[in-house]
C-alpha cells in the first residue's frame, strides 16, 4: 500500500469529519425521539424482501441503550460501519498530526472485493434472518 | 484545479468579491456543470465549497418552508370560514416557531447530511473501481451539486426537481473529478439509494417534496 502526506484539505476534512462524528455521537442518546418520526422501509413494503439498510433504526434505538450485541445482531453493517466512522472521526484529526501522512486506497482490488462483500452478505443475513 | 487550462471556479478565486463569486459559480454549474466541474479545485480549501453548499441547501429550505407556510396559511384560512378553528390558533403558530428554529439550525444538519452522503457515494466509488481523486473531491463534487436546490423556487415539483437535478449534477461532478467513466458514476450516485438507503431516499424526497414544515400545524 502506497502512503501520501497529509495536505490542509486532509486537515479540513479530518476536523469536519470530527464535528460530523461527534454530532452523531450526540444524535445516538436520542434515538427514541427521532426514530420514530422514521417512516417504515419502502423496499421491503412493495418487495416483501428486507434492503440492507434494514433494521438500521432499531439497531440505532438499541445502541443507545448500551446493548451493542443487540444491535449487531440487527444490522451488523450499519453498527459496524457506524462505530468505525465515529471512531475514525474522533482520532482522524490526532492520526493526522501525529502519523502525518495517509494510506492510499485508490485502486486496491481487495477494498473494492470487500466493500461488495460486506454488502451483499449483510444483505443476505439480514433477508435471512428477518430482520 | 480539475484542469490546469482553465480559470477557477469565482467562488474559489479568492480575488472575486464573495457575493459576484457566488452568483457567477451558480449561473457556471447551471448553465455548463461540466466547464464547472472541471475548473473546481482539488486542492484548495475544502470550506468554500462547504460553503457553496450550505448556502444553497440552506435557501432551497427555506424556499420550501416558506412555500408549505403559504399553503398551509391557505388551507387554515379556508378551515377557518367552515368554523371551529380557534383552539387550533396556538398550535399553529407553535408549529411556525418550530419551523423557524428548524430552519435556524438547518446549517448544522445540512453539513452533516453533506458529509455523510459523500462518504456512502464514495465508498460506492470505491466498490466500482472510480475513485481516482480521493474522497475530498467526491465531497467538493456533492457540495456544489446542492445548486441543484435553487428548483425549489418551483411550486410542489421543486422538492423532486431538485433530487433528480442534484444527481445529475453528482454524476457530471464524479466523472469530470475522478476522471472516471460515466458509467462507475452512476453507479456511484444511484447504487446507495436502490440498493442501501431506499427507505432513506425516499423518507428525504418526501421531506423535501413537503417542505420542513409539513407536520408544523398538526
Redesign the interface.
Known amino acids: 500500500m502506497k502512503w501520501r502526506a497529509v495536505g490542509p484539505a486532509d486537515r479540513q476534512l479530518a476536523a469536519l469529519w470530527s464535528f460530523v462524528a461527534v454530532a452523531v455521537l450526540a444524535a445516538v442518546p436520542l434515538a427514541s425521539l427521532w426514530a420514530p418520526q422514521l417512516p417504515a422501509c419502502a423496499f421491503r413494503a412493495v418487495t416483501g424482501v428486507a434492503c440492507p439498510s434494514c433494521g438500521a433504526t432499531r439497531a440505532v434505538e438499541v445502541l443507545a441503550d448500551g446493548d451493542l450485541l443487540t444491535a449487531f445482531s440487527l444490522n451488523p453493517l450499519v453498527v459496524t460501519g457506524l462505530l468505525a466512522f465515529v471512531t475514525g472521526g474522533l482520532f482522524a484529526p490526532i492520526w493526522n498530526r501525529r502519523v502525518g501522512r495517509l494510506p492510499d486506497l485508490r485502486g486496491i482490488v481487495s477494498i473494492r472485493v470487500g466493500l461488495a462483500a460486506a454488502l451483499l452478505s449483510n444483505w443476505v443475513y439480514v433477508w435471512l434472518r428477518g430482520v | 484545479m480539475n484542469d490546469q487550462s482553465l480559470p477557477q471556479l469565482p467562488f474559489e478565486d479568492p480575488a472575486q468579491p464573495a457575493v459576484a463569486g457566488l452568483i457567477a459559480t451558480v449561473k457556471l454549474f447551471v448553465t455548463d456543470p461540466t466547464t464547472a466541474f472541471r475548473r473546481m479545485s482539488l486542492?484548495?480549501?475544502?470550506?468554500r465549497p462547504?460553503i457553496y453548499g450550505v448556502l444553497l441547501a440552506w435557501v432551497g429550505e427555506a424556499v420550501a418552508y416558506l412555500f408549505g407556510l403559504i399553503f398551509q396559511v391557505s388551507i387554515f384560512g379556508f378551515l377557518s370560514q367552515i368554523g371551529g378553528m380557534e383552539e387550533a390558533i396556538p398550535a399553529a403558530f407553535l408549529g411556525m416557531g418550530l419551523g423557524i428554529f428548524a430552519l435556524i439550525i438547518a446549517p448544522?444538519f445540512i453539513?452533516?447530511g453533506i458529509?455523510?452522503y459523500s462518504?456512502i457515494v464514495h465508498?460506492f466509488l470505491?466498490?466500482?473501481?472510480g475513485?481516482?481523486s480521493?474522497?475530498?473531491a467526491t465531497?467538493r463534487v456533492l457540495c456544489y451539486s446542492n445548486t441543484s436546490q435553487l428548483a425549489q423556487v418551483v411550486p410542489i415539483a421543486g422538492g423532486i426537481i431538485a433530487f433528480v437535478w442534484s444527481l445529475i449534477l453528482g454524476i457530471i461532478g464524479l466523472t469530470e473529478a475522478h476522471r472516471t467513466t460515466t458509467g462507475k458514476a452512476v453507479a456511484a450516485v444511484l447504487l446507495p439509494i436502490v440498493?442501501?438507503?431506499?427507505?432513506?431516499a425516499?423518507?428525504v424526497m418526501?421531506a423535501i417534496a413537503f417542505g420542513i414544515s409539513a407536520d408544523s400545524w398538526n
Open positions: 486542492t484548495t480549501e475544502i470550506f462547504l448544522v453539513v452533516i458529509f455523510i462518504l465508498l470505491m466498490m466500482v473501481g475513485d481516482q480521493g474522497f475530498g465531497f440498493a442501501c438507503c431506499v427507505c432513506m425516499i423518507f418526501l
